[in-house]
């Protein structure tokens, strides 16, 4: 029995760097010039050139560009977007709206997140014994500190120092690996009667399109549920 194709799929550009076999999951595959551009894998620009089936270019309209930008910036994910990204977004949007109607997108997402931003990195340690930071509010506190520290940078000094916090050893690189981690059979399903979907690999990508109520397909075709991210953080310099 031959697999169900989905209608209309947008690609975006980590579908061609994964070599996903579009003509295997869509009818019709969508992107844009832009997605195209962002390319600089040479041997998959030379690849996209003979493709087994027909790329299909739209741009979105400016209304459905403006939703989803306003649509990520309430889920968090904004970012996280390219411009380019924020059109395949758009796009798909797009096609949902012609092929099956909008009776079942959502508006507003189901967790809104506040995106704010502070001068010191929050995990920076503050309140904790042997960790000082000196007031520029009293100007006693900071005589006090010139004279006890005539170097004037008391962020030199041994009464500041502390152990590093520890790395991130091997077995647990090893159970982040981005490109090792796998889907839970929970994570996902077969797309049977999904006429439009996007398939891309971005995780940020993916939680919008699920919380407005599109389809994201995986690079095997199958409807992803849900978006997870994973992050690896140096605890030393916070990248």
């Known amino acids: 029995m031959a697999p169900t194709l989905v209608a209309h799929v947008v690609a975006d550009a980590g579908a061609f760097l994964k070599k996903a076999p579009l003509q295997e999951i869509g009818s019709t595959i969508y992107t844009l010039k832009d997605v195209v551009d962002e390319i600089r894998d040479k041997p998959t620009r030379r690849s996209l050139a003979f493709l087994p089936y027909q790329l299909t270019f739209r741009e ?15 889920t968090g994910d904004y970012p996280s977007l390219s411009a380019t990204d924020i059109k395949v977004l758009a796009l798909t949007y797009q096609l949902e709206l012609e092929h099956v109607g909008s009776k079942h997108l959502k508006k507003e997402p189901e967790v809104k997140v506040n995106v704010h931003s502070t001068q010191r990195h929050p995990e920076t340690p503050v309140n904790v014994a042997g960790f000082f930071l000196p007031s520029r509010e009293k100007s006693s506190e900071s ?7 005539p170097d004037g940078d008391p962020f030199n000094s041994f009464q500041f120092w502390r152990p590093a916090l520890p790395t991130v050893d091997k077995e647990l690189l090893q159970l982040l690996n981005l490109d090792d981690v796998k889907m839970d059979s929970s994570d996902w399903t077969a797309p049977a009667e999904v006429t439009v979907g996007c398939l891309t690999t971005d995780f940020a990508m993916q939680n919008v399109l699920i919380q407005i109520g599109l389809h994201v397909l995986s690079v095997n075709g199958m409807l992803i549920k849900q978006a997870r991210n994973y992050i690896l953080r140096c605890h030393a310099c916070f990248k």
Do not use: A, L, M, N
């Open 60 to 74: 979105p309209h400016p209304e459905h560009i403006r939703h989803v930008t306003e649509f990520s910036k309430k």
């Open 143 to 149: 005589v006090g500190v010139r004279q006890k520290f």
